[in-house]
């Protein structure tokens, strides 16, 4: 299978930038590799993601595509990440208890 196509050419910096989260650095680290403030990486990030096909967020779709995803594989991530952070029990933490113990 062939990786997903993009909606539209990514810009010389926004490939570094993806090609740079799939290989695992952050963007504070790309900001520091790159020699640019952390908005700016996170603005290439976020404009190439706009042209990745998947509803999955900004950070995880760059990955995912970078490291190689078809279009089954981002709309089979996209659908997981949904439900899971849709149920209940995704959204709701425990009550925390104030009472000191003995």
Do not use: N
């Not at 279009?71 to 659908?79: E, K, M, N, P, S």
């Amino acid at each position: 299978m062939e990786r997903v196509a993009l909606l539209a050419p990514f810009s010389t910096m926004q490939e570094i930038v993806v090609d740079l989260l799939g290989v695992g650095l952050t963007y504070t680290e790309l900001a520091v590799h790159l020699k640019i403030s952390e908005e700016v990486v996170r603005e290439h990030a976020k404009r190439a993601a706009r042209k990745i096909p998947s509803d999955l967020p900004t950070q995880m779709r760059c990955i995912v595509w970078a490291r190689g995803a078809t279009l089954d594989v981002l709309q089979g991530l996209t659908l997981r990440y949904e439900v899971q952070t849709r149920s209940p029990s995704a959204r709701t933490r425990p009550p925390v208890s104030t009472a000191a113990t003995a």
